[in-house]
């Protein structure tokens, strides 16, 4: 049961789409407020989980920013030849 009570300004433009929805559906402006405030609240809780979700996903990879375990540290700067060698030793050709 709804016992409180909230009330704000809105344009006259916004109150009559709402009341035009309100229409529509054949339910009150009040229904169409409180189905909206519910969704925004759902959508705004997702969003705050997501943020929270990418902060520990951030931080789980933090430390391997920029580290790339390996003998060769110029590898990246050799991939062209590490590439056309290994090509030749799978499929035997010659350059």
Known sequence: MKTEVYSWRVSSELKQKLEREARLRKASVSSILDLAAR????????SIADDEE?????????????????ADPYRSERVGEIVRERLRRRYGRRP
């Open 54 to 70: 990418q902060k520990r996903l951030h931080a789980a990879i933090e430390p391997l920013i920029g580290s790339i375990s390996g």
């Open 39 to 46: 969704e925004w609240l759902a959508k705004s809780r997702k």
